[in-house]
């Protein structure tokens, strides 16, 4: 298995347990998020940042989908830069993450991959996991956000290092998907070729600013992430 797969294999890997470790936090965590999965709910437009952050924290997709809007309109009206910005921004990063098919798609591919040693996956395993890594989506909703945070020159302060990369990676996905690509163009794509004609280069683009951003929040952190020194084997150019 060449260098290239090896490291798609890591990260692949890694995202699991990253996603599987948080899920074991939320499912212990009381939260109202949780009460409202389970009936009908309504979120209301003007639900401040605070109170929307309190529901995330339940981990629920369907609440943090329903949460996308008002955390993108409370971003918009925010000056870049300012506590406002920061708290409103993370949030929305954080609600796009768990609204969209990342978690899933990786519960899936390391229950595929299991605990093995990376040096004896097959090629049809890695093929199976990039198939599995399209099913990644993200509605126009969950897109324009994260082009809304990429716009920004700095990573919204107390944003997650993780879930910038994953943002980033399902804002890259998502627009292969759109541009009717297949699991091999990713795959090309990822080993540093080019990018398809039918990808959306303006998507890519914003896909790879979040990656800047992600790799600028470890630095702000003082430590580099997991994740971060996976997703940095990765051609991304």
């Known amino acids: 298995m060449n260098a290239r797969i090896a490291r798609m294999a890591a990260i692949l890997l890694t995202m699991a347990l990253l996603v599987s470790l948080s899920s ?4 212990f965590t009381a939260s109202l998020a949780g009460y409202l999965a389970r009936d009908s709910y309504t979120i209301p437009a003007d639900i401040s940042v605070a109170d929307a952050a ?4 339940g981990g629920d997709a369907n609440v943090a989908a329903a949460l996308v809007a008002p955390l993108y309109n409370a971003t918009s009206a925010a000056a870049p830069g300012t506590a406002a910005y920061d708290e409103a921004a993370s949030a929305l990063v954080t609600a ?9 798609a990786i519960f899936s591919i390391v229950e595929d991959l299991g605990t093995e040693d990376l040096g004896t996956l097959t090629q049809p395993q890695i093929d199976a996991a990039l198939a599995t890594l399209m099913s990644i989506s993200l509605t126009s909703a969950e897109s324009a956000a994260l ?4 716009d920004d ?3 919204p302060d107390g944003a997650a290092p993780d879930e910038l ?3 980033a990676f399902a804002l890259a996905v998502d627009a292969f998907n759109d541009g009717d690509a297949s699991e091999a163009d ?20 914003a896909a790879m600013a979040l990656l800047d951003l992600a790799q600028a929040a470890d630095l702000a952190s003082g430590s580099t992430s997991i994740f971060g020194q996976l997703m940095s084997g990765l051609s991304f150019e």
Request: with cysteine; aromatic share 6%.
């Open 24 to 27: 074991c936090q939320q499912f």
């Open 54 to 57: 309190e529901l995330l924290a």
């Open 96 to 104: 796009v993450v768990l609204s969209s098919d990342a978690s899933p």
């Open 147 to 150: 082009v809304l945070i990429s």
């Open 153 to 155: 020159p700095a990573a």
């Open 165 to 167: 990369y994953i943002a």
């Open 186 to 205: 990713l795959d090309t794509w990822l080993g540093g070729g080019a990018l398809p004609g039918t990808v959306d280069s303006d998507s890519v683009n």
